[in-house]
């Protein structure tokens, strides 16, 4: 690509750090080297891509918006004003449910969203409001949010909630159910998220709002049965049964969303009908993230370094996850690809099934969370761990005790990612570090995907968008 006289590309721009863990574990101790650090690696911002992007009311960085949260709280205020609350009876108790990705993705932002909605409903309808964390089974895994957020001074009531705690049975359109026990134990709930796209190879951006209720607010054996949904339009069967069912209509209340991009947050939308909501917001999801996306199709080779807090495929890089990097020779969005669960099983019916990842090369862990099992993902790699720390943690938790057959443990960083790359011979290096708003590689891979991008924002708003609107039957 030719240079400009503006080189487009950030070279001093720091990763968030690490966390505290909530199983005591101190990445942000002993893990001491980044790999924003390493030789030739770059920021590319997202919006020299992707211009069109919309601008963000609040962003963790200043490079890439406001870090500012006052527009983000009067923005909250008034989307709760303009909602029916009239169900919740007056002094009653209302669970307040949040989501870790929410704290994770989105940060201040997200629990300034839930401070602006628990104090309108003590004003409005003098209740008494408990926020309840649905955990994932990565539970002890995730980053201590309530202390990183100082949670228990902020709220009044606060509790997390894993999935393999009680459950309550509930019956649905699918059969008996499951949900956590925790989460709706009060007689009303309002339901929260964030609009980033971390999965879509599961949902597919189908009710793309509904999927806490089959997984985050789910209990175990129901989360277990969401993942069976996997398809080109039942990913979302197990979270919709759910929430129609009776023992959740008769405590919902309504949703409150931060609409995101991957830069940051660029406004808060709520509704009491869930499902207007999901499809007031699909469009812009399916453009700003769809476009990036694809364009992650167009790498030919890489070797991603994972350094961040998520676990394998939900570790983030500029606001996107692994995962789209790894089933990025599939368009997901496309509905008119049949089956997604059979990853690497067809060669015969090639873009009916998850994709290859045939771009990545090998994978090196500088660290990464356990928690979810990932084996079967990564096991058509090598891989490639930073530390003898990193890699205790990895095989010392039970959903991944074979990963030690897969790995080759490294003194440092630097000395992993060259094993890596004399094993390949693939220089390019793509950093999911949790860094928002850019894509943080290898000049060279930088410079290929500013090369890509004219053609491939063409071809999303030409081709893919009205595509992927008219198989959902969006406006």
Request: glycine share 8%; with cysteine.
């Amino acid at each position: 690509m030719p240079m400009t006289t503006t080189d487009p590309l950030l070279r001093d721009l720091t990763p968030p750090p690490f966390q505290r863990v909530w199983n005591g574990n101190r990445p942000d101790q002993l893990i001491t080297e980044r790999a924003a650090d390493l030789p030739g690696v770059v920021a590319l911002p997202v919006r020299e891509l992707v211009p069109d992007l919309p601008r963000p009311i609040w962003s963790q960085m200043e490079d890439f918006g406001p870090t500012d949260l006052t527009e983000l709280r009067e923005q909250t205020r008034a989307v709760v004003q303009g909602m029916d609350w009239s169900a919740i009876e007056k002094r009653k108790t209302v669970h307040l449910l949040a989501n870790p990705h929410g704290f994770s993705y989105s940060g201040e932002a997200y629990v300034a969203m839930l401070e602006e909605i628990a104090a309108h409903l003590r004003t409005e309808r003098q209740a008494r409001v408990k926020l309840r964390i649905a955990e994932s089974m990565g539970h002890i895994d995730n980053p201590d949010w309530v202390s990183i957020f100082n949670l228990e001074k902020r709220f009044d009531d606060v509790k997390e909630v894993p999935q393999i705690g009680p459950g309550s049975k509930i019956d649905t359109r699918l059969g008996d159910m499951y949900v956590s026990k925790g989460l709706f134990r009060s007689p009303y709930f309002v339901h929260t998220h964030v609009t980033d796209l971390r999965e879509a190879y599961l949902h597919r951006m189908v009710d793309r709002l509904y999927k806490p209720f089959g997984m985050g607010y789910a209990r175990l054996e129901t989360r277990s049965a969401y993942h069976f949904g996997y398809g080109p339009r039942t990913g979302q069967m197990v979270s919709r049964a759910v929430f129609e069912s009776d023992f959740i209509q008769k405590r919902y209340t309504g949703t409150v969303v931060l609409n995101t991009t991957s830069e940051g947050v660029i406004g808060v939308e709520g509704d009491n009908d869930l499902r207007a909501l999901d499809r007031r917001l699909s469009e812009g999801m399916l453009r700003n993230y769809g476009t990036l996306m694809r364009l992650l199709g167009e790498i030919d080779a890489c070797i991603p370094v994972l350094d961040g807090h998520g676990c394998s495929v939900y570790t983030y890089g500029g606001g996107l996850t692994f995962s789209n990097l790894l089933y990025a020779d599939t368009d997901f969005f496309d509905l008119d690809n049949l089956a997604l669960s059979a990853h690497r099983s067809s060669e015969t019916e090639p873009g009916l099934f998850m994709g290859g990842g045939d771009a990545i090369k090998s994978i090196v862990i500088n660290y990464m969370a356990g928690g979810v099992p990932y084996h079967s993902s990564l096991q058509h790699f090598s891989l490639h761990v930073a530390s003898q720390q990193a890699y205790k943690w990895l095989i010392n938790e039970p959903s991944n005790c074979y990963v030690e057959n897969l790995a080759t443990v490294h003194d440092g960083l630097r000395d992993a990612v060259r094993a890596a790359r004399e094993e390949t011979g693939c220089e390019e290096l793509m950093v999911f570090d949790y860094t928002p708003g850019a894509f943080r590689v290898t000049e060279g891979l930088a410079r290929h995907l500013l090369d890509c991008a004219p053609r491939v924002v063409e071809n999303v708003e030409r081709h893919l968008l009205p595509k992927w609107m008219a198989q959902r039957k969006l406006p």
